[in-house]
């Protein structure tokens, strides 16, 4: 089974090309200071036809770059890669929720203060500032069951029946 057609293995380059720089970058490293600290094991004009998706990138080799940058390797992958998601079964991990931050906010108590944090965190991350509503993915799910002490299955429920969900 082949999940890219003919022409996603450069969308997909560029997709691991962007993380690769987006990761450098946040070391605070120059494509030179790479090549410096790495004692030329990765060049700076190789490391950035990587980042421009113009240069395959072997399993190994990506590897290599994460120890350098001191990062899981899956942090070097793209996070959401086309075709794979659809693909994925529609269990309750991997359910998407719209919550209405609005309607969140009228809850008092500690959870829903505490979820009010995590929402406020995700959009932060996401640099989505519409203030007004949130999609939760499978891993937030989660995070927000432990929140409102409920298993992980039951979260759209909990959810529902506090009237925070956008319909």
Request: proline share 5%; hydrophobic share 45%.
């Amino acid at each position: 089974m082949t999940f890219f057609d003919h022409d996603s293995p450069t969308a997909f380059s560029r997709q691991v090309g962007d993380r690769l720089r987006v990761i450098r970058k946040q070391k605070r490293l120059s494509l030179q200071e790479v090549e410096a600290q790495s004692a030329q094991e990765f060049k700076a004009s190789v490391l950035g036809a990587y980042e421009r998706g113009e240069r395959a990138l072997s399993v190994p080799r990506l590897d290599r770059l994460a120890q350098f940058y001191n990062v899981p390797i899956d942090q070097l992958l793209p996070r959401e890669v086309p075709g794979i998601e659809a693909a994925a079964s529609e269990t309750p991990v991997n359910k998407k929720f719209a919550i209405d931050v609005s309607k969140l906010l009228q809850l008092s108590g500690s959870p829903f203060e505490m979820l009010a944090r995590y929402l406020r965190l995700i959009q932060v991350q996401r640099q989505d500032f519409n203030g007004h509503v949130i999609t939760v993915r499978g891993d937030d799910a989660r995070a927000i069951a432990t929140m409102l002490d409920v298993p992980v299955d039951q979260v759209g429920d909990r959810l529902a029946a506090l009237d925070v969900l956008l319909r």
